[in-house]
């Protein structure tokens, strides 16, 4: 077959019309288990100031430095397709004067975000994420919670192994002593490393132990680990944090190595992993603390925490992991037309029937009867409506119960009382 003139552009897909009971279950779950933890929904737009990217996510990262999809305007703003959901949020906290709210904001979100990544498998340019955020509480039981939130939407939505990996990469205070180390450490090893690497080390150099580069992973066996740096206040958190955890009987471990690459991450880090043979390693959604985001930003001190999946590696999960998904509703009737004056009567008989709450089936692009019925049949449904031209001409029409094949005329204005009728017998 040639290829069709225009398609999807590299790494964008649609999302078609079999796919969206999976798009559907997973915001519906999001919007049941959020709204029972108290949070409330909110849109960003898909368009930020460029720099509020730069400032927050930081300037060395790849999101920043490959991923963006950005445009100037005509007023020569520089605007970037959001790349992420937390720094809009907080940039949306900080203009609409939330802190002055009763603290914490519980939000949620759920919508499409833009990363120009090198196509492969799984990876999409654009692609959905929901996440979570709680924003002005410091205790660690809200890590807890942003770890429970995530880790119950996954189980509800139908996948049940899972791991938690979890880590702690200090604060203000104790990081820039393990940075030291950990880049003392890195220069040693210098020649081991991939170029990427080593570009790295000098900019932003817990970003090396997220190289999945083989040879890097072996330089980082013996490399400094950041919970041995801890200060008294983050090793209490991540204490606590774990204590939650235990008594939510949540598997976890500790991943040394784990520090998600965003700048504004601050103590807790965690990842929810598949344990699932056939997809085990699998990152389905991640989140952290992001204590000094609003100060970078311009805000107050706010603490915070939060935590966000990507939906298409969520719906594949499903998919692999077969999760049973509802059936579509099959329409118990059916209505069939026969000749002109029928069919011109069909619309405003099948609105009646929408507004009383049935489901109703139609072909009317057949014309024959038995086309009609055969429709009828392939769909299972109990009761079938036929207009012909002598009903339609004394406002009358026939009610076939497909179970007993009997049949009846009645009136127009009786069809919702009758057919609940033929419905409610067995
Ligand atoms: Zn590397
Ligand atoms: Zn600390």
Known sequence: ???????????????????????????????????FYDFEKIDTPILEDFNLFVRSVGENTDIVEKEMFTLKTKGKDLL??????????????????????????????????????????????????????????KDAIVDAQSILVMYSILQEIGLKDLVVKINSIGDEKCRPIYRKDLMKYLREKKNSLCSDCQKRM?????????????????????????????????????????EYLDELKIPYCLESKLVRGLDYYTRTVFEIESTREESCGVVLAGGGRYDNLAKVLGGEEVSACGAAAGIERIVSEMKESKVKMPFSSVPEVFFTQIGPLAKKKSLPILEELRKSGFEVGESFGKDGLKAQLGKASRLGVKAVLILGQKEALNDMILIRNMQTSKQVEVSQKDIVKELKQILKEK
């Open 1 to 35: 077959m040639a290829k069709p003139k225009f398609q999807t552009p590299t790494g964008m897909h649609d999302i078609l019309p079999h796919n969206q009971p999976y798009y559907d279950k997973i915001y519906e779950t999001v919007k049941k288990i959020s709204s």
């Open 80 to 137: 970037a397709l959001r790349p992420e959901g937390t720094a809009p949020i907080m940039r949306s906290y900080i203009e609409n004067g939330f802190v002055s709210l009763p603290q914490p904001v519980r939000l949620w979100y759920f919508g499409p975000f833009f990363r120009y990544e090198k196509p492969q498998a799984g990876r999409f340019r654009q692609f959905n994420q929901l996440g979570i955020e709680i924003i002005g509480e």
């Open 202 to 242: 000098k900019t932003n150099p817990l970003r090396v132990l997220d190289c999945k580069n083989e040879k890097c992973q072996q330089v980082l066996v013996e490399a400094p680990q950041s919970v041995d740096y801890l200060c008294e206040e983050c090793k209490k958190h991540l204490k606590d944090v774990l």
